[in-house]
């Protein structure tokens, strides 16, 4: 198969949502990261995704609406809690996880009674999803495991000849997927982070937001996932990715000490010149944004450098910086060294 990208204009708006209403697969962008879509009332066209991305059938994918009209199609018995950060975050970068509604396909909730949904913010997304009249499901448009893309060049990377159509909008502006809340605990819990925060959610829910374990820690062997993403390997370069957590002096003696042939740095910016093996930056230290904007091409980076030892600068974990840790330590494969 020929893969495309074509860049969002109105003719191939309607190209996409054409592909979609016919049970294609498309490359399509978002404010976090490209997701890979189909339609989330097709079945068969839900199975291709699994397929194109190699993902295990037992992880759920994200439902993206274009307007408040779609949401049943996804999720009923709706709690005022998601209509409150309906009102807050949306458009924007937040998945709600609802109780099931019976339209919405069953390999879209891989056997759970529940739902994910959220409505972007990028124009070409609401476009596209608007144009094709239905709720898209869409994952990360990486195969299964490796960094998610956040430019249509990382999805040919990834995606070459497994589907039709990319629709180039552009390099993502947050970097980091959405940041995901399930609305059917008894209290609202947060499951994955994101670019917005516990305390953001908070604030506008006026209550606490519990925090799941697995978010900062690896799970306990043989322990039930809240969400099923959090037992597989992610985000991963091929490289050996080991987090340093110190001072950046401390940091810098660890890695002089043990870098061979093949090792990188993936440090902050600013830090270029105080070692002399090299490196990939990802943003300022103070930035939580800018890290989140580039971590994932810069983990895709040290894979074209054929970096064989990542020894990655380890950012705080919570606060507006919990979406990037958790990503970096999953990339990890919670591989922290302390110096
Ligand atoms: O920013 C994003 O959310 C991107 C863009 C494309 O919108 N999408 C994305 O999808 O990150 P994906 O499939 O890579 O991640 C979906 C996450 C997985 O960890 C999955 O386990 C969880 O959401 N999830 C989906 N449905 C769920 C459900 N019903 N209950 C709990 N977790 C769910
Ligand atoms: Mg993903």
């Known amino acids: 198969m020929q893969t495309q990208i074509l860049p969002p204009n109105k003719e191939n708006i309607a190209l996409a949502a054409k592909l979609l209403q016919n049970g294609e697969i498309v490359g399509?962008?978002?404010?976090?990261?490209?997701?890979?879509?189909?339609?989330?009332?097709?079945?068969?066209?839900?199975?291709?995704?699994?397929?194109?991305?190699?993902?295990?059938?037992?992880?759920?994918?994200?439902?993206?609406?274009?307007?408040?009209?779609?949401?049943p199609m996804i999720a009923q018995n709706i709690p005022s809690a998601c209509y409150t950060l309906a009102n807050a975050f949306w458009p924007g970068p937040l998945t709600m996880v609802l109780p099931r509604s019976a339209d919405v396909a069953d390999e879209v909730c891989a056997g759970?009674?529940?739902?994910?949904?959220?409505?972007?913010?990028?124009?070409?997304?609401?476009?596209?999803?608007?144009?094709?009249?239905?709720?898209?499901?869409?994952?990360?448009?990486?195969?299964?495991?490796?960094?998610?893309?956040?430019?249509?060049?990382?999805?040919?990377?990834?995606?070459?000849?497994?589907?039709?159509?990319?629709?180039?909008?552009?390099?993502?502006?947050?970097?980091?997927?959405?940041?995901?809340?399930?609305?059917?605990?008894?209290?609202?819990?947060?499951?994955?982070?994101?670019?917005?925060?516990?305390?953001?959610?908070?604030?506008?829910?006026?209550?606490?937001?519990?925090?799941?374990?697995?978010?900062?820690?690896?799970?306990?062997?043989?322990?039930?996932?809240?969400?099923?993403?959090?037992?597989?390997?992610?985000?991963?370069?091929?490289?050996?990715v080991i987090l340093i957590k110190g001072s950046l002096n401390a940091y810098n003696k660890y890695v002089n000490a043990h870098a061979q042939s093949g090792t990188y740095r993936l440090c902050y910016l600013g830090e270029e010149n105080l070692s002399a093996v090299p490196c990939v930056t990802y943003g300022h230290e103070n930035s939580s944004d800018e890290q989140a904007n580039r971590l994932f091409s810069a983990l895709r980076e040290l894979d074209a450098k054929n970096a064989k030892t990542v020894y990655a600068r380890c950012p705080e974990e919570s606060g507006e910086f919990m979406a990037v840790y958790n990503r970096i330590l999953r990339s990890a494969a919670f591989n922290i060294v302390e110096v």
């Open 28 to 71: 399509i962008p978002t404010e976090t990261v490209y997701g890979l879509a189909a339609s989330a009332l097709n079945g068969e066209a839900v199975k291709k995704i699994f397929s194109a991305k190699g993902r295990p059938q037992d992880n759920p994918l994200i439902s993206h609406i274009s307007s408040m009209d779609m949401l």
């Open 112 to 240: 759970l009674d529940t739902a994910a949904v959220r409505m972007p913010s990028h124009k070409a997304a609401l476009d596209i999803i608007a144009a094709a009249g239905v709720p898209l499901a869409a994952p990360s448009a990486n195969l299964s495991g490796s960094p998610s893309p956040t430019t249509a060049r990382h999805v040919m990377d990834d995606m070459d000849g497994r589907i039709p159509l990319i629709i180039d909008g552009g390099a993502c502006t947050v970097g980091v997927e959405s940041t995901v809340i399930s609305l059917c605990t008894q209290a609202p819990l947060l499951l994955r982070p994101g670019h917005i925060t516990k305390e953001q959610l908070e604030a506008a829910l006026g209550c606490e937001v519990l925090l799941s374990q697995a978010v900062l820690h690896m799970l306990p062997q043989g322990a039930q996932a809240p969400s099923p993403g959090m037992k597989y390997k992610h985000y991963a370069p091929k490289a050996e």
